[in-house]
């Protein structure tokens, strides 16, 4: 299959401290090495109202709806003033966390369906392909400071499981996270070429 050239949409995702931060840089300075245009960005956050929501909810606690809708106002901007435009100049977009975020942190609070059929409204553009990081144990300390994070290791594993049901069910690519960095940006460039994105 020839190399896709225009636009697409990279999703990056999994559990906190499997390495999603340092492979998206990694893989997008190996496209960019191969003189491939690459946009960078990260949910929540990705352009000035997203990191305001983002630093707004990592540092209070609201209830879960007001959470919800939080997100997807910032997804919705974002997708609007960064990811769309990206893609119709052709590049390349690899972001850190999206749609399956959502499913696993609010849709355990909330109901998985409901929240699932508020991410699909068609505002929310499809990725071309979301890959899922599955590590054994997390690569780092989880930092109790964090409220996504101080549930601990129980909490880490069962947002584990959530991924790997949610990537059966949607076809998401389970990808083992486990090893060098190294290997893991090779396993995603082997990855993503098999699906023609290059």
């Not at 959470?67 to 977009?93: D, M, S, T």
């Not at 300390?141 to 290791?153: I, W």
Request: glycine fraction near 12%; include cysteine; charged fraction near 25%.
């Amino acid at each position: 299959m020839d190399d896709r050239q225009g636009g697409a949409l990279v999703v990056l995702e999994g559990p906190d401290h499997v390495g999603k931060s340092t492979q998206v840089e990694r893989l997008a300075q190996w496209f960019r090495q191969r003189k491939r245009s690459v946009c960078v960005s990260r949910e929540p956050g990705g352009d000035a109202l997203g990191e305001t929501i983002r630093t707004m909810l990592l540092g209070e606690s609201v209830d879960g709806w007001t959470e919800l809708f939080l997100f997807l106002a910032g997804r919705a901007r974002h997708l609007n003033e960064v990811i769309e435009p990206a893609l119709r100049r052709g590049e390349l977009v690899i972001l850190d966390r999206y749609t399956p975020s959502t499913l696993v942190y609010q849709g355990a609070q909330l109901g998985e369906e409901v929240v699932l059929q508020l991410t699909s409204l068609p505002v929310f553009r499809r990725p071309e392909i979301t890959i899922i990081l599955d590590c054994a144990a997390p690569l780092g300390a989880l930092d109790t400071l964090d409220r996504f994070e101080f549930s601990g290791l129980d909490g880490w594993h069962e947002r584990r499981v959530r991924y790997q049901i949610l990537a059966r069910r949607f076809g998401w690519v389970l990808l083992s996270g486990d090893g060098s960095p190294e290997s893991v940006t090779e396993r995603l460039v082997g990855v993503l070429a098999q699906e023609g994105i290059g």
